[in-house]
Each structure stands twice: as structure tokens, then as C-alpha cells.
């Protein structure tokens, strides 16, 4: 089993719905959880990032994290299709060092 | 956000050549850097984590005389994939540590081994 489970898609759907993706994770020591985007041939961008359980908001991303559930989950709203890309999760034990693991990313195709 | 950049963007090399791939903070100092490796429609995969002025701590499985790493400065990662082969065609990708949650990545650089 992976550490870090994330379906991989492809997730389509149109414009100005909302976008709704997770992950799960098997290691309870994890305590940083990030999404990042990537788009094709690119690197990863930060996107959000939340310590511990709760709710984090930022413009039309709201990122949740469950660590009872060992479940975490990124909304987009009002979706565009710039939009459109590989979206990653990861997550890290501490701080130090920083050692991300990152879920298998979703593609998500936001259709005009 | 902070700037990393990787050069090349892409390289095409024969097997058994060694290939030197260069990862640099544009605006921050790094004292971390990290190098990832990624597959078609796959994630990225840890290899080792690249620190200035010591030597790099490579992830289980990832050979350290093959994959060389080194952080001579706070601002410059190099990864030496020494003796290609074809099963080391990949998406290699670093990133930079610029704070204690926030890592920025570079471009990606394409290793086609012929």
C-alpha cells in the first residue's frame, strides 16, 4: 500500500463548477499537508499549505484536513480552465528537513 | 513566490555518457535543495536531499556513486547522472527549501537516454 493514495483521474469538469479532490494517507505521523499544481512539462506549484486538521481558505482554494480520517481534500471554486492540470498532494512528518511525500496527483481538465 | 531554475530544459545523451543537470535559487538562498525524480503520469519520487556544504542523503534504492549530487553554494544543486542507460530517461525535477514549509521547484529537466 502507498503511503499517500490520490486518484489519478482524469476529473472533468465545466467551467464555473467547483473542483473537488482528496487524498489519503496510511502514516498518522504526518503532520504538513500541501497541494501543489503542476502543469505539463513544468514544476509543481505551492498552492496551499495546512498544519494539522482543519479548514484553510485562500481566494477560490479551500484546502481540509482530517487527520482522525487520514483524509485531506482541496476544493476549487467558480473552476476556469486555466485551471486545468495535475494536482498533487503532499505531506511531511516535521518541519526539518522538509522530506515531502506526495500522492500520485489528479489530472483535472476544466472544460469552456 | 521565490525563483528556481534547472539547466538544462532538456537533453537527449548516449548510453553511457554522464550527464550533469544544474538546479539554482534566482532570489533565495538555499541551504536545502532536493532532487526528485518523475515518470509519465506518475508522481515524484524522492531521490536524495542536497544540503550546502555536505553531503547529499540519498532516499533507499537510489544509488549515490550513480545519481551525483553536489551543493557547492546557497544558491547551486548539481545532479551528475553518471553512466546513463536508458531506464534513467526521466522527468528530473529539484526543488529549493526557502522557508521551514515552503519549497519551490524548478522547471524539470527532460534526460532522454538513446
Known amino acids: 500500500q502507498k503511503e499517500v493514495e490520490q486518484d489519478p483521474g482524469p476529473l472533468s469538469v465545466p467551467e464555473g463548477a467547483i473542483v473537488s479532490l482528496n487524498c489519503t494517507y496510511s502514516n498518522s505521523a504526518f503532520q504538513y499537508f500541501m497541494w501543489y499544481r503542476q502543469y505539463s512539462r513544468k514544476g509543481p506549484e505551492l498552492l496551499m499549505y495546512?498544519?494539522?486538521?482543519g479548514n484553510k481558505e485562500d481566494g477560490r482554494f479551500t484546502a481540509q484536513v482530517d487527520k482522525s480520517s487520514k483524509y485531506i481534500s482541496l476544493f476549487i471554486r467558480d473552476s476556469q480552465p486555466s485551471d486545468s492540470a495535475t494536482y498533487l498532494c503532499a505531506m511531511s512528518r516535521s518541519l526539518a528537513g522538509n522530506k515531502l511525500t506526495f500522492g500520485g496527483g489528479t489530472r483535472v481538465l476544466v472544460k469552456p | 513566490g521565490a525563483v528556481v531554475s534547472q539547466h538544462p530544459s532538456r537533453v537527449i545523451c548516449k548510453s553511457g555518457t554522464s550527464v550533469k543537470i544544474e538546479c539554482r535559487s534566482l532570489?533565495?538562498?538555499?541551504?536545502?535543495m532536493f532532487w526528485y525524480r518523475q515518470f509519465p503520469k506518475k508522481s515524484l519520487m524522492l531521490m536524495a536531499t542536497s544540503n550546502e556544504g555536505s553531503k547529499a542523503t540519498y532516499e533507499q534504492g537510489v544509488e549515490k556513486d550513480k545519481f551525483l549530487i553536489n551543493h557547492a553554494s546557497l544558491t547551486l544543486s548539481t545532479l551528475t547522472v553518471t553512466s546513463a542507460h536508458p531506464e534513467d530517461s526521466s522527468f528530473y525535477i529539484c526543488?529549493?527549501?526557502?522557508?521551514?514549509?515552503?519549497?519551490?521547484f524548478g522547471p524539470g529537466t527532460r534526460l532522454t537516454v538513446t
Open positions: 526543488s529549493a527549501r526557502y522557508s521551514n514549509y515552503e519549497q519551490y
Open positions: 532570489d533565495f538562498q538555499a541551504t536545502t
Open positions: 495546512t498544519y494539522s486538521s
